[in-house]
């Protein structure tokens, strides 16, 4: 019977293998990090690849031994996750896993974009909904993780900005401040950003929050070299202390 129940697997604000909604125990060790290589390039993966990314110095033949251990170890906790045919790794087909769903409606939302508004719009927010942080979040120096990480963050911004612009396109100014707002705390270095949240505050009369934007944009870009203009156009106010 437990055999039976649903797998899922999530990698999107944090890294949990459960069954039947139940964590499935796999340990901080290499088993993981297998588990989630292959599950970060869409659930298929060469042997030889999987060995370069685990064990980047390791000669050819040690790096076989090790991943045939770290396979018998991650069996132990649980079959059916990632299974070997010859030099292919796959994951198990029944797992559900969020990052797969959250690329798929991403690509779909923005395919639509030009010819259904209507629907990418609704697709786009199905897809917001699973994002529940970025990419594997307690592997930031992994870099077999960067790649992948960084792609899905784009995908998530540009969900954002379509969202935004349609809210903004319908009058409803607060939920495009909210969707910029959320974009902000994804790319906090992205002037345009700040200038995007800044404009829909102050059109919508809130010269004071428009300007604790510019401000906030100063303190943050400022050192690093990228120069915020002092007022918005159509103000005479500065963002000045």
């Known amino acids: 019977e437990v055999s039976s129940l649903p797998m899922a697997l999530a990698l999107l604000g944090r890294f949990e293998l ?15 990090q297998l588990l989630k290589i292959v599950a ?7 042997a030889e690849q ?6 980047p110095e390791a000669d050819p033949a040690a790096g076989r031994n090790r991943l045939r251990t770290v396979l018998v170890r991650l069996h132990q906790a649980a079959p059916e996750v990632v299974r070997r045919d010859g030099e292919l790794l796959t994951l198990g087909a029944e797992i559900r ?27 786009a927010r199905s897809a917001i909904a699973r994002y529940r942080g970025e990419l594997l979040p307690d592997d930031p120096y ?14 998530m911004l540009d969900l954002l900005d379509l ?7 319908r009058g409803d100014l607060d939920e495009a401040r909210r969707m910029v ?12 950003r700040y200038l995007r949240v800044a404009r829909i505050l102050r059109d919508q009369g809130k010269e ?21 203009p002092l007022r918005l156009p159509g103000t005479g106010e500065t963002a000045a202390a």
């Open 163 to 169: 969202c935004a612009t349609a809210a903004a396109q």
């Open 142 to 155: 992994e870099p077999w993780a960067d790649e992948p990480r960084e792609a899905v963050r784009r995908q």
């Open 208 to 228: 004071g929050a428009a300007l604790s934007v510019l401000r906030r944009a100063r303190a943050v870009l400022t050192p690093l070299g990228i120069d915020v």
């Open 40 to 46: 970060v390039n869409g659930g298929r993966l060469l």
């Open 50 to 55: 999987a060995i370069d990314k685990l064990w």
């Open 97 to 123: 896993v969020d990052l797969d769903q959250f690329r798929d409606e991403a690509r779909q939302a923005l395919a639509l974009r030009s010819g259904d508004p209507g629907a990418a719009l609704a697709v």
């Open 181 to 192: 707002e959320r974009s902000l705390e994804i790319a906090p270095l992205e002037e345009h």
């Open 18 to 32: 459960t069954r039947g909604g139940r964590a499935v125990p796999i340990g901080p060790g290499q088993a993981a």
